[in-house]
């Protein structure tokens, strides 16, 4: 059997964490198995489809690498791919009336009124709430075409059988069944003839050829009446696979609290796709080992569905910056270099820290610093792969290069107060940075600059070089903390590092 799959969301918001673990599942598997992926727009509810929300879909799955063999922006053998474009080409009318002259299917004409009570008094008198016929599944013909005559809008509902058992044969949680009588008649065509997701999804999924539904588990109690569906028109029913839902460490329903965003506010983080995908892959899935940190390939070659677990998946937020952080490390220095000035160039990264990121205006000013060393990285490529190399161990997420390693790009790079009070008020302090001014002709290399401070501190009478190396740091780069201090002064150059060294000692002089 060859796999298809398919995604199919509903264009109405933006694209979060749990749909993209849907893709994504989808995606492995397929291509795991040789198959297709395929991209379904289910738009029928046109009062809330927003054309908005199907361009960020796209385009963020396009981000995270996540590619389809069919759909709306590619085509395929099944077009169109959009559902409203599939009712208007008449692709489900037949299939509808097919329900109806088999009596899988009836014309329900109650009013909002009416459904009102029906709910009311289902709930008063603690029975099952839904539609369980009303007067309209077994109302004579000529009920009905009195109803259609007066012109009364209507429903077409599914007729689920009484008095069975229904079985389905899931691969998490294995057979599932149910009580027919239980399950409720949903609508197949709304009032506006246009068609549920309950009647279109099962309709395309046997004309698309789908091998298998992979959905969330909240769509178990679907189940039921979509297998029916299949039964009903003698079609082979696919693998239904209902996919654990997502938690916070809490163990509660993953909101904006455990760090579930819009998966663009991953993207303007500064996340690598490749480490998003890695982590949201582990969400409910293991490989069968220990393993953590994979690449695409080693995703692809490893995932099956007997991976899949029926417990609900945590989302960690630092298990995904840790392995953000070793995705990065994976990097070669010019790829981690293509990797931020791509990240930079993203519209919305400077949209996120300037109008989404908390707190304001801080955050503003995180856009400003991304933008301008985007355009000093462009500038002097060569000398940009020499300080990324240093701060990639450093690097967790892309955003954060600004505070890694902005000061390899300052003349006068901010100093922090704390640093400067207990370091350049050293007593040696003067001296040492006089010192060095005087030797940066002699500074060219790590070794060298290494050799130079050593000197100082023997003459000084130093046993240790932390009185050298500290003052020195918070001098060349306004810290206390980062790279190794010989490498990054040999990055930086005797002409970088003498109007630092000079503002320090003026600093240094002031203060002594």
Same mark, same amino acid.
């Given at each position: 059997m060859s796999v298809r799959v398919r995604f199919a969301p509903s264009p109405t918001g933006l694209l979060h964490v749990g749909a993209l673990r849907d893709a994504l599942f989808k995606y492995l598997f397929a291509r795991h198995c040789g198959g297709q992926n395929i991209l379904r727009i289910e738009d029928t509810d046109r009062s809330r489809y927003n054309p908005d929300s199907e361009r960020e879909f796209i385009e963020t799955l396009r981000w995270v690498g996540i590619d389809f063999d069919e759909g709306p922006h590619v085509g395929g053998p099944c077009a169109p791919y959009r559902q409203s474009e599939r009712k208007e080409a008449g692709i489900y009318e037949p299939y509808v009336r097919r329900l109806l002259d088999e009596g899988h299917a009836y014309k329900a004409f109650d009013t909002p009124e009416e459904l009102a009570a029906m709910r009311e008094h289902q709930?008063?008198?603690?029975?099952?709430?839904?539609?369980?016929?009303?007067?309209?599944?077994?109302?004579?013909? /000529?009920?009905?075409?009195?109803?259609?005559?007066?012109?009364?809008?209507?429903?077409? &509902?599914?007729?689920?059988?009484?008095?069975?058992?229904?079985?389905?044969?899931?691969?998490?949680?294995? &057979?599932?069944?149910?009580? /027919?009588?239980?399950?409720?008649?949903?609508?197949?065509?709304?009032?506006?003839g246009m068609p549920t997701y309950h009647f279109a999804a099962m309709v395309d999924d046997h004309l698309m050829g789908i091998t298998h539904i992979m959905r969330g588990e909240e769509w178990i109690s679907s189940a039921p009446k979509h297998a029916l569906l299949f039964d009903m028109f003698g079609w082979e029913r696919p693998v239904f696979v209902h996919c654990p839902v997502i938690v916070g460490n809490d163990g509660k329903k993953l909101s904006k609290r455990h760090g579930a965003t819009r998966v663009l506010d991953y993207m303007a983080q500064g996340f690598l796709p490749s480490a998003?995908?890695?982590?949201?892959?582990?969400?409910?899935?293991?490989?069968?080992?220990?393993?953590?940190?994979?690449?695409?390939?080693?995703?692809?070659?490893?995932?099956?569905?007997?991976?899949?677990?029926? /417990?609900?998946?945590?989302?960690?937020?630092?298990?995904?910056?840790?392995?953000?952080?070793w995705h990065i490390r994976r990097l070669s220095v010019a790829e981690f270099v293509d990797a931020f000035q791509g990240y930079a160039r993203e519209p919305y990264v400077a949209e996120y820290w300037t109008q989404v990121a908390e707190p304001q205006p801080e955050a503003a000013r995180k856009a400003g610093e991304i933008a301008r060393m985007a355009e000093a990285v462009a500038r002097d490529r060569g000398y940009a792969e020499r300080f990324f190399a240093l701060a990639q161990e450093r690097t967790t997420v892309l955003a954060d290069l600004p505070d890694v390693c902005g000061f390899f790009l300052e003349d006068e790079p901010p100093m922090d107060p704390k640093a400067v009070a207990k370091w350049l008020t050293q007593p040696h302090a003067p001296d040492l940075f006089q010192f060095l001014v005087q030797n940066l002709f002699r500074m060219n290399s790590e070794a060298q600059c290494e050799a130079v401070l050593r000197e100082y501190a023997e003459r000084a009478g130093f046993e240790k070089l932390?009185?050298?190396?500290?003052?020195?740091?918070?001098?060349?780069?306004?810290?206390?903390?980062?790279?190794?201090?010989?490498?990054? =002064?040999?990055?930086?150059?005797?002409? &970088? =590092?003498?109007p630092r060294l000079r503002r320090a000692l003026e600093i240094a002089r002031s203060g002594s």
């Open positions: 709930i008063a008198h603690k029975l099952p709430v839904g539609y369980f016929g009303g007067e309209w599944r077994d109302a004579p013909p /000529s009920k009905v075409e009195a109803a259609e005559r007066e012109g009364r809008p209507y429903v077409i &509902r599914q007729r689920i059988p009484r008095g069975q058992r229904i079985v389905v044969d899931d691969v998490i949680r294995g &057979r599932i069944e149910w009580d /027919s009588d239980q399950i409720d008649d949903p609508v197949l065509i709304k009032a506006d998003l995908k890695n982590f949201i892959a582990l969400i409910g899935w293991s490989p069968g080992d220990d393993r953590e940190g994979m690449t695409e390939r080693e995703l692809i070659e490893a995932f099956s569905l007997e991976g899949l677990q029926p /417990s609900p998946g945590r989302f960690d937020i630092e298990k995904l910056r840790w392995l953000n952080g932390g009185p050298v190396v500290h003052p020195t740091r918070v001098a060349l780069t306004g810290k206390t903390a980062g790279p190794g201090l010989f490498e990054l =002064m040999a990055v930086l150059g005797p002409a &970088r =590092m003498e």
